[in-house]
Nanobody, 115 residues
Framework: VQLVESGGGLVQAGGSLRLSCTAS????????MGWYRQAPGKQRELVAT???????NYADSVKGRFTISRDNAENTVYVQMNRLRPEDTAVYYC??????????WGQGTQVTVSS
């Protein structure tokens, strides 16, 4: 299974970006998909997750600004990021969890928010 992310880049504070992550390979049903991020010198942290049934969970720092969604048929998860702040700058990683085969991570995509 491979997770391929896209959509990162450089944006000014207050701007928006949409990240996408698509799983390929031999895929069993993913129970949870989501996004994590890691800023320089910091630990990787949760951004948002979504279950197969659509239940969502967000970090307090992104609530009201980020929206996670998924397309189960396409094994794709998205995160729409609005009102971006410089502190959102990080490498964003896609994550998928299968109760049968375990956890998977993408290679990461850089998001940089300039002030």
């Amino acid at each position: 299974v491979q997770l391929v992310e896209s959509g990162g880049g450089l944006v000014q504070a207050g701007g928006s970006l949409r990240l996408s992550c698509t799983a390929s390979g031999i895929i069993f049903s993913f129970n949870s998909m989501g996004w994590y991020r890691q800023a320089p010198g910091k630990q990787r942290e949760l951004v948002a997750t979504i279950t197969r049934g659509g239940s969502t969970n967000y970090a307090d720092s992104v609530k009201g600004r980020f929206t996670i969604s998924r397309d189960n048929a396409e094994n794709t998860v998205y995160v729409q990021m609005n009102r971006l702040r410089p502190e959102d700058t990080a490498v964003y990683y896609c994550h998928a969890q299968s109760t049968i085969t375990g956890d998977y991570w993408g290679q990461g995509t850089q998001v940089t928010v300039s002030s």
